[in-house]
């Protein structure tokens, strides 16, 4: 069965949909209330967290681009099919969506429990498109781990959804643009 615009959407909400409910009742088990964990801080001081990170890395994926090799940074086309045909709204909801339930789930629920190291391996391990190629592998792990990082150093969970946020959705804009360049 081939991967379609409308099946890739549905898939992308379905699994985030779980996500939400599986790290909301994750974090219900635990005896915490997931709303405390998302609301928002008094001071800005994540955002720095959030943004700081978020220049790091894309520094660093830079550096990836321009010193590795093409096939080693692969994700089989699915981040480009998923955001080439997106309006930028779009985009912004699936960023907004995707970091909040992913990071509730990773850096609320499970990192509470395993710690930034054994979340992160976990993290890696669905993000599942990467898995074929060691180098994305390992930058989703470091990734994540900076995520953790951030989440322990700033003392609230919006600093990695603000990272998350932006890495998902300057992505996808230089995706989108990229790929209207090659048409």
């Not at 915490?32 to 967290?49: G, I, K, Q, V």
């Not at 992913?102 to 990467?130: C, D, K, M, N």
């Not at 150093?153 to 890495?167: D, R, Y």
Request: aromatic residues 14%; contains cysteine; glycine residues 8%.
């Amino acid at each position: 069965m081939q991967l379609t615009d409308r099946l890739l959407l549905i898939n992308l909400y379905l699994t985030q949909g779980l996500t939400l409910l599986v790290g909301t009742v994750w974090i219900l088990l635990q005896g915490r209330n997931p709303l405390e964990l998302l609301a928002l801080p008094e001071t800005p001081t994540f955002l720095y967290w959030g943004l700081g990170l978020a220049v790091v890395m894309f520094l660093i994926d830079f550096l990836m681009t321009l010193w590795g090799r093409e096939e080693d940074l692969d994700d089989g086309g699915i981040n480009a099919l998923l955001f080439r045909n997106r309006p930028i709204w779009h985009i912004f909801a699936i960023a907004a969506i995707v970091s909040i339930c992913e990071e509730l789930l990773f850096r609320g629920a499970l990192q509470y429990h395993l710690g930034p190291y054994w979340t992160s391996i976990l993290f890696a391990v669905i993000h599942i498109r990467y898995l074929r190629h060691w180098l994305p592998t390992a930058w989703v792990f470091a990734s994540s781990y900076g995520l953790g990082w951030i989440y322990l150093q700033s003392g609230t969970l919006w600093a990695p959804i603000v990272c998350h946020f932006l890495i998902d959705f300057i992505s996808g804009i230089m995706i989108k643009r990229r790929e209207q360049k090659e048409q």
